[in-house]
């Protein structure tokens, strides 16, 4: 396998290579991020900002950037990918029925690459705006909207759901922004 190429475009991925979700350690995202890109894999870790109370200064408020799925991040799957396993910060590689690495469609990619901040007042469900579920069989999920339907009343989320990245079609009141604080 190639090391990246600094200038390379993010969503830029060889031909016969895929997405694929690694699970992480808790709060171990940045730390396998990192560990991945030195070994030479292509990874995408999807922030959104949010507000966090001070530690010490109990009325001081911070914006930080925080993973849009706590605990997986994403990376592209070129050859051999069993180093993966082994990699500091790693949990482990989510595969498919047949033991090979699940695949992420490259649809979802491109719309986590494009997450905008969710910045409060009015919502407009646009692909890329982080969300919780709600009202739903799927309550209390994290996700991100990927595709506004036509009426503006439906919309397809993707989420991290048994191990694996889906998309779902559901309608827009089952969803609230997310406005971690």
């Known amino acids: 396998m190639q090391p990246r190429r600094l200038d390379a475009q993010p969503d830029a991925v060889p031909c016969g290579s895929y997405w694929s979700v690694v699970q992480t350690h808790p709060q171990a995202e940045r730390w396998a991020q990192a560990n991945l890109e030195r070994q030479g894999y292509q990874t995408l870790l999807p922030l959104m900002r949010a507000r966090r109370r001070d530690r010490v200064v109990r009325n001081a408020w911070h914006t930080v950037e925080i993973p849009l799925f706590a605990g997986y991040l994403l990376v592209v799957i070129d050859g051999h ?101």
């Open 81 to 181: 990918w069993t180093p993966i396993k082994s990699t500091l910060g790693v949990r482990k590689l989510l595969l498919d029925g047949d033991g090979k690495p699940g695949r992420v469609a490259r649809a979802v990619v491109s719309v986590l690459q494009a997450v905008r901040d969710f910045s409060g007042g009015e919502v407009a469900w646009m692909p890329g705006t982080p969300c919780s579920l709600t009202a739903c069989p799927f309550s209390g999920h994290d996700a991100v909207v990927t595709q506004m339907h036509d009426d503006q009343q439906h919309a397809t989320v993707a989420l991290m759901m048994l191990g694996q990245m889906r998309e779902i079609h559901l309608r827009v009141e089952c969803l609230i922004p997310r406005d971690v604080v």
